[in-house]
């Protein structure tokens, strides 16, 4: 009978009305004070950005803000297009990098390994995701850049210049510090959320799922591809999205990676730019008022992309736990 | 399909599973070998004892040192906690213990979001609301902005650890009449108080590692501080400087910060999984004496 009802329905027949005191009152009325804290820096967060960008919108408009790719702060000509292009490529290719190494540990270490590599394997990856942006920041600097320069970028630079003429103007200087290191880098950066969240889904499917794949005659595959991933479907998808929101929002390695070049178009071996590594490159030597709340422009749209990011993912998670109840 | 078909194309797909995982667990183990091994020759006496000072220093082969940046860290972290802990308590006591509360399930969502927040955006909001107001770069307005980084943390994990918390415990508490503030204070958060504290710690370590919303706030000094309105200077903004500056020592440097900086990181995290780990264990074991005991009864 208990079993049957949740937390908020017990609390609730625990402590009828009559037995409430002073004691109670007051303690809850801390208790919800504080708490509104976390609300209003939320809402702080929207209207604060909202209204010292707005020099900014009332000069360039909303839309055209958004759209326009000239980011000129000697003219003073403010356009967010392509920090946005940036973001959005940079976060979209480490997405599509990282999701299926990621699925492959999550699968990994729920099914086929034995517990205790499991258990050291998550314990690496979520050492991983503890690691401070800055600290990959200075091993692709001084590593993994240079190495992707001589490696890849050098040799397939000078092919081209050889063989295929065309193709020189799309991939531009070869200078190690570019959208491909820094999608490289962000790929490595998400794939703990993807993981560790993509296991928690896959770890909610009932065991009698697996049981009837199981009995069924299934090949341990078939077993995974059957009856675990379809049922841990959404919470995937939701591990995905939030991923995606860490993706867009990381700061500091793409700032120090990504070359930081604010004129479109962007080429794949030269530098570029995305909102949060503008933010961090020019927000110290914003002296025009027009430049410091263009800026802030740039940041309150980062914002927004987060937050409907962020909604669509607990609009998924929420239909999931729906799902689970019946 | 034929079954041998299918048991290669098991054995395929495990292959593949296996390859994966070692693509994900390799570049980890690079960074950090590539992070001790650069950074461990630069790691002396001076670097704890000596100021950073000007380029020319390091040029000249003075000694310098990052000891400002350290002590700045711990200046501006303890602050920005002491700040966040009340907030960060008081929102997961409500998400926990109220759940009937209408402003429960909002607070959850708000944290959530701010959770996922990209910390920059956090520097930007204490830029505006702080350094603006205060006329300058200050280590109070890193502080705010740090403090506004771990608030949504703290809140998420003391949330997990009291839900944790075997639900039989608020049922004795209840049982002898305790009222609900005393159930919480002295039943559900003493129990509960290692994970909080871990949680606490977790958010310390997130905070310290963070560069961006420090860079515009607290803005970075060559030179030792202790005072609270003045620019101060952190390990991860310092990292950051001394990565993109020209100057061949201040590399060294930066790759024995970063040694610190892990150091520091690895360490908290894995307390809190010790922790978290035992709790779980404990919350299971209490789970299954209740069980056992149920059905004792039943049978008789």
């Known amino acids: 009978m208990i079993d049957t009802l949740d937390h908020s329905q017990l609390i609730k027949r625990l402590a009828p009305a009559r037995y409430r005191r002073p004691g109670d009152r007051v303690f809850k009325t801390i208790i919800v004070a504080l708490s509104s804290g976390i609300i209003l820096l939320a809402l702080a967060m929207a209207v604060v950005l909202w209204i010292e960008a707005s020099p900014t919108f009332s000069k360039f408009g909303y839309l055209n803000f958004l759209t326009s790719s000239t980011w000129d702060p000697v003219a003073g000509i403010h356009g967010a297009l392509p920090f946005i292009i940036g973001t959005l490529v940079t976060s979209f290719g480490a997405l599509a990098l990282a999701v299926l190494p990621a699925l492959a540990v999550a699968i990994f270490t729920s099914e086929y390994a034995p517990r205790w590599l499991a258990t050291v394997i998550n314990y690496l990856v979520d050492l991983l995701a503890a690691i401070p942006s800055v600290v990959i920041g200075i091993w692709g600097i001084f590593n993994f850049a240079p190495f992707m320069r001589d490696a890849v970028y050098m040799p397939i630079y000078e092919w081209a210049y050889e063989h295929a003429q065309w193709m020189v103007p799309m991939l531009g200087n070869p200078s190690g510090y570019n959208i491909i290191t820094a999608t490289l880098i962000l790929a490595l950066m998400i794939v703990p959320y993807t993981v560790a969240l993509s296991r928690d889904a896959i770890r909610l499917v009932p065991k009698e799922q697996r049981e009837a794949a199981w009995a069924l005659g299934s090949t341990r595959w078939e077993v995974m591809k059957l009856a675990v991933l379809p049922y841990a479907r959404s919470g995937i998808i939701a591990g995905i999205l939030l991923s995606l929101a860490r993706a867009l929002g990381e700061t500091m390695a793409i700032a120090m990676l990504i070359g930081n070049s604010n004129r479109l178009p962007f080429t794949l071996f030269g530098p570029a730019a995305t909102m949060p590594s503008l933010i961090i490159n020019e927000f110290r030597e914003a002296v025009e008022p027009l430049h410091y709340t263009s800026i802030i422009a740039v940041g309150f749209y980062l914002f927004l992309i987060t937050i409907v990011i962020n909604m669509i993912a607990t609009l998924v998670q929420r239909k999931l736990a729906g799902q689970r109840k019946l | ?300």
């Open chain 2, 1 to 300: 399909m034929e079954l041998s078909a299918r048991y290669a194309r098991d054995k395929v797909v495990q292959v593949f599973i296996v390859l994966l995982t070692l693509l994900v667990i390799v570049p980890l183990a690079i960074i950090i070998i590539y992070v001790v091994v650069n950074g461990i020759g630069s790691i002396n006496g001076d670097f704890f004892t000596q100021e950073l000072g000007s380029p020319s220093r390091a040029i000249q082969g003075k000694p310098t040192g990052l000891v400002h940046s350290i002590i700045g860290t711990i200046i501006i972290d303890l602050v920005a906690l002491l700040m966040a802990v009340p907030f960060g308590l008081a929102t997961g006591i409500l998400m926990s213990e109220y759940p009937d509360h209408p402003m429960s399930g909002f607070a959850r969502l708000m944290s959530k979001t701010l959770n996922g927040m990209p910390a920059v955006l956090m520097g930007l909001l204490a830029y505006a609301l702080v350094v603006k107001n205060t006329g300058g770069f200050s280590a109070l307005a890193g502080a705010v902005a740090l403090a506004f980084v771990m608030i949504p943390i703290i809140s998420a994990t003391t949330e997990s650890v009291l839900r944790i918390t075997p639900w039989s415990l608020r049922e004795v508490g209840l049982a002898i009449g305790l009222p609900r503030w005393r159930v919480t204070m002295s039943l559900v958060v003493p129990a509960a108080k290692n994970g909080i504290i871990t949680g606490i710690l977790i958010a310390f370590a997130r905070a310290a590692g963070e560069a961006a919303p420090l860079m515009l706030t607290s803005f970075g000094n060559n030179f030792l501080t202790f005072d609270l309105m003045s620019p101060m200077d952190t390990l991860p903004q310092r990292l950051y400087s001394l990565a993109i500056s020209p100057y061949k020592v201040w590399h060294g440097m930066g790759w024995a910060g970063a040694i610190i900086l892990l150091l520091f990181v690895m360490i908290t995290f894995f307390i809190g999984r010790l922790v978290v780990n035992r709790m779980e264990r404990q919350a299971t074991q209490i789970e299954n004496i209740g069980k056992n005991q149920n059905s004792k009864e039943i049978g008789q």
